[in-house]
């Protein structure tokens, strides 16, 4: 790679380089292949450079670019763009997850179309016609991040079967395992009937469903109960009837066995202390195999537990309902107590909270299943303690309670999952009942009876390895010796529970204490223009690449960034991508009247006796915007950064300084040579500052500029401290002078460019040495023979009189000057009664009594001014 100090520094090409327009699609993949080809994104492991380091969220195989992608990876962009140019060795780590669930679900929908299922093909073939999947169809993401100009160092790219990671996977399988923090039993699992495998409270998503509440009378004669359930199916496998110990209502009944209807089994009322008496009837079903609260009160009380439908949710209870769906035998069932009598009451519809799959939104069914799972108290005590001593930190910090809340009552995690694609549990059972646990390198036992246990472990399980499983572990290798830990885990808040905790339990634990990251910084969800969820059933979702293809990249990663707050949902629109195109387009223009005029970046700055104002005021604003986007960066606050950049290169570069300059640079001489070196600067830092958002278009300006070689490998802004005051303040009057009488010329309804004469007295301010400016900007002709002043404008200690004969009708204008007037004495008046009313400024908030001080303030300023302007029209 080109050291930055390296690069050469020819003359400044022509602006003749520069099209009139931008057109992004001629320049951004030319772009982004040179800069991978020069290695500018690819980390030395021996460099002597202070490292920087961000591993991406691996997006999932199947997947391809959203606007949630486009959003964190814009913001990762910027972040390791920044961090390169300020020295440091920057490593942004690619990959993919291998996403069990999703990518074996796609290879299964593939062979359905063949009319064949994974059976038919067997483990093996299967496994390998999802690795031919993968090679042909999976990836697809990997070409969008290019288009979104992701500066990652592609020769680090990992996957997370690969045989590196896989060889981390059963390393660290085997160390928990033998640690004794992986063990394998029977627990209520949340079951997939669609997906055929165990998935975790995580993968579960809640919504409210229409049902039905059917309460159920148990027993007979003198010894009933009452229960109530909205799953009349599990009924099949109750084991018990429980009661609270001190409920006396049912006092008689504790310890007796009562009739089970529709079956020729008693089940026995047992007490316990978790039961409500105050919810419902007091007592409750107990069915252990199918509900999670059940389970623990059957482990309590040595209740058997009778598991009554297979994986696909069919009932296998021999009898009338064997062989129906849970759905089906739902409504039959109803129907059986209700001719029994059974039925106490029924409510329907009854809405409640369902569990449906993340993948697949089938219901999910509560059940007990013999799974693998991972012991997680010390190692969520450990990734609590890492945020609550400071070795970690949550921004925003009002983010650490939700994360709290999740690792302080994290239950432990089943890992298992009855599937053919992912990484398989290294465990193999013997013909005597022996067990093994194979690390890396292991040979499998042999000989008749041996068998690999059949499940693969959870995604997550692999992913939660990833912020060291990628640069080389377990083995001590330069990478991971270099650039772990990382530095900063940019993610959204909705995934902390998926992955931010699942890599604290495992770095921690693997990597002798010490955390994966010094930092994580906690994004919001991407939403649509009204703050809505994007989803296809809203018709809302938005593909970025369109929006790439019709504005530019740069657009797409502008506006994205300026909507980023921390932990705050991101609103984005159409409108709003125009517009960052439209920035972009600003910035490309002026960059070519700059240099046309002759902007360049050629020896030092001139002394500060040799500037005028206007140069020492842009120079004082540019080193401040500077010291603004380095706080901005350091606390992540993204959205003031980009807001900050827009401001200062469209208002204060453009619309102020370069439009202040006009009549220097069309004067020539030493005072335009002086404002071209000055110019050439500050659109030399600024699109330093800009390029980490927007790399191309500054990328494309910038070696124009300057004609160095890359921005990416230039060095980053520094603040050198210089802060002119008194210039600001001057170029503010200039500014308080330019402002008004524009807003006078638009209320006389004159266009922008038509020339007015006028008469300007600036004696005793500061402004005298920018008259010339000052006409340029506002087409202020010079008052010749016959002037005759029809309206004067007092502003910032001087006077402007404009002849608008003929352009305006004095009579209508003094018409709305007069109702102008006396909009402002109803305001002054109506704040100076609450400001006089103690018994108002007893009871209301200080910013309150602030806020009428201030219209009060702003009244009287527009009656003085309002006045001045109507004595300076010309009388009737």
Known sequence: MTENSSQQTPAPLPSQELPTQYAPAEVEGKLYERWVERGYFEADAKSEKPPYTIVIPPPNVTGSLHLGHAFQHTLMDALTRRKRMQGFEALWLPGMDHAGIATQNKVEQQLAEEGKSRQDLGRAEFTERVWQWKEE??????????????GVDWSRE??????GLSRAVQTIFKKLYDDELIYRAERIINWCPRCLTAISDIEVDYQDDDGELVSLKYGEGEQTVVVATTRVETMLGDTAVAVHPDDARYAHLIGKRIKLPLTDRTVPVVADAHVDPEFGTGAVKVTPAHDPNDFAIGQRHGLESM???DERGVITVPGPFQGLDRFEARSTIVEALREQG??????RPYTHSVG???RCKTTVEPRLSLQWWVKVETLAKDAGDAVRDGRVKIHPKEMEKRYFDWVDNLNDWCISRQLWWGHRIPVWYGPQGEVVCLGPGEEAPTGEGWRQDEDVLDTWFSSGLWPFSTLGWPERTPDLEKFYPTDVLLTGHDIIFFWVARMMMFGLYAMDGVAPFHTIALTGLVRDENGKKMSKSFGNVVDPLDWMDAYGSDAVRFTVANGANPGADVPIGEDWVKASRNFANKIWNATRFAL???????GELPSAERLSANDRWILSRLNAVVAEADTYYDDYQFGKLADTLYHFAWDEVFDWYVELSKTTFFAGGEPAQVSARVLGEVLDVMLRLLHPIV??????????????????????????????????????????VVTEVRRFRSDQGLQPGQKVPAELDLSGTALAPHEAAIRQVLRLQPAGEGFHATASLPVAGAKVALDLSGTIDVEAERKRLTKDLGAAEKEKTQALGKLGNEAFLGKAP?????????????AEADIERIEEQLRGLPAA
């Open 695 to 736: 790399p191309f278009v500054t990328e494309t300006l910038w070696t124009t500029l300057t004609g160095k070689e890359s921005v990416v490998i230039a060095d980053w802004p520094r603040d050198s401290g210089f802060r002119d005051r008194a210039a600001e303040q001057e170029i503010a009057l200039v500014q308080q």
């Open 846 to 858: 200080d910013h309150v009594v602030d806020k009428i001080r201030t219209r009060l303030a702003k």
């Open 356 to 358: 449906h799959c993340s």
């Open 158 to 163: 990992r996957f997370t079967m690969d045989e």
């Open 307 to 309: 598991t009554i439908m």
């Open 596 to 602: 046309m005029n002759g902007a360049n970046v050629e």
């Open 137 to 150: 169809y999976g990836g697809k993401i990997l070409g969008q991040m290019r288009r979104l100009g992701d």
């Open 342 to 347: 059974r039925i106490v009451a029924e409510k």
